[in-house]
């Protein structure tokens, strides 16, 4: 979910892009920290049921993604869901996708600082995480950004690092395929779904793609296939690592280990890759929070403009740029996360807002007409479905808390439109 203002948004760039570009891009936003964290929690609810349980994540995906993606074309202006809520749900599902993305986005970054500290300074691990939100906030202050060829060569390092914790518990013949033997356990729908719901933190970044259709070229074709594409790469990415780390670490360790891959290379006689696996991971978290900051704040800005959150929150320091008061805000608020959460819980909770969001998205995409260029039927369905289903699979505290959060955000705006109907008598 992005936003802009002023004259960026008359900006039209030029239609560079190809199917390869646009499949780089969404590649990059997708392959992140999450992979580095996400699979001791899916492990512990799934066991050897790991594989399925990606796959349905994935599948999940595709349905969001695609549903994005028509609706991004019909609706060009910036905003995502929160957009496409409010035009074709009304300005209530509007404001919930837009406060179900900073809820849950919010709670990832609180997840990618611990995940960075859990690799760099386990020993000090949250007040390294407090650091890094502390830093990262404050570059994002002062407008620095990073540039396309650092999130390749960032896309790069962290599949350099993919590939070699494959390589290693796959080569040091330590692997017992028994342990993905799905005969050995169930471990109940709750259990497979809840997996699913975590592990899909880890696709989180496909709409990126759909954000692309004033960049490439022959926008209809090129980003329906840029999404196949990608989550097909990245499926098969994730089910490699998946099986590898299981069928290494078994199902109790990996559960219990706050460093899944570190944790591989050390077991399958790789120590040396130990510090390499450490630095991807610590890089993928620094540059995911590092966007996931920008992007909260931006959202949050761009809501309090439009009367949804406070107006404060909307002021634009006059000489970086940015909505400064927002990012202090959003900061702060990952500070507190990140003292009080660990990273199961800030992945549950993230997750949970997440998929709200998308439901919401898919929910939208139901009532594109015939000659708006609508997806399949099966496929907002299913993501609408999956959607709900999964949030609601999730670990008993991240429903709770995320419910308790969406349904306050709710009450909230209830009560603000009230009041404005009452003034305008």
Known sequence: MTTSSGSHAQAKPARVLGTADAVAIGAAAMIGAGVFAVFAPAADAAGAWLPVAVVIAG?????????????????????????????????????????????????????????????????????????????????????????????????????????????????????????????????????????????????????????????????????????????????????????????????????????????????AGWPQLVPMVAAGAALASLGALLSLVLGVSRTASAMAADGHLPRYFAGIHHRFGVPHRAEVAMGAVVVLLVLSLDVRGAIGFSAFGVLVYYAIANASALLLGPDENRPPLLVPVVGLAGCVVLAFSLPLGSVVAGAAVIAAGAAVWLVRRGLAQRRAR
């Open 59 to 267: 599948v999940v995906a595709y349905c969001n993604a695609t549903s994005s993606a028509r609706l991004a074309a019909r609706h060009p202006q910036s905003g995502g869901t929160y957009v496409y809520g409010r035009e074709r749900l009304g300005e209530l599902w509007g404001y919930l996708a837009g406060w179900a993305f900073i809820v849950g986005k919010t709670a990832s970054c609180a997840a990618m600082a611990l995940t960075f500290a859990a690799y760099a300074l386990p020993e000090w691990q949250r007040p390294a995480a407090v650091a890094a939100v502390v830093v990262l906030t404050a570059v994002n202050y002062v407008g620095l950004r990073s540039s396309a060829w650092l999130t390749r060569g960032l896309l790069a390092a962290v599949l350099a690092v993919l590939v070699a914790v494959v390589l290693a518990a796959l080569g040091s013949g330590m692997a017992e395929p028994a342990h993905l033997a799905i005969s050995r356990e169930w471990p109940g729908f709750f259990g497979l779904l809840g997996a699913a719901g975590m592990l899909f933190f880890a696709f989180a970044g496909y709409a990126r793609i759909a954000t692309l259709g004033g960049e490439v070229r022959n926008p209809e074709t090129t980003i329906p296939r840029a999404v196949t594409l990608t989550l097909a790469g990245v499926l098969v990415l994730y089910l490699a690592v998946g099986a590898s780390v299981l069928m290494l670490l078994g199902r109790q360790d990996l559960a219990g280990s706050t460093a899944p891959l570190a944790d591989t290379v050390q077991i």
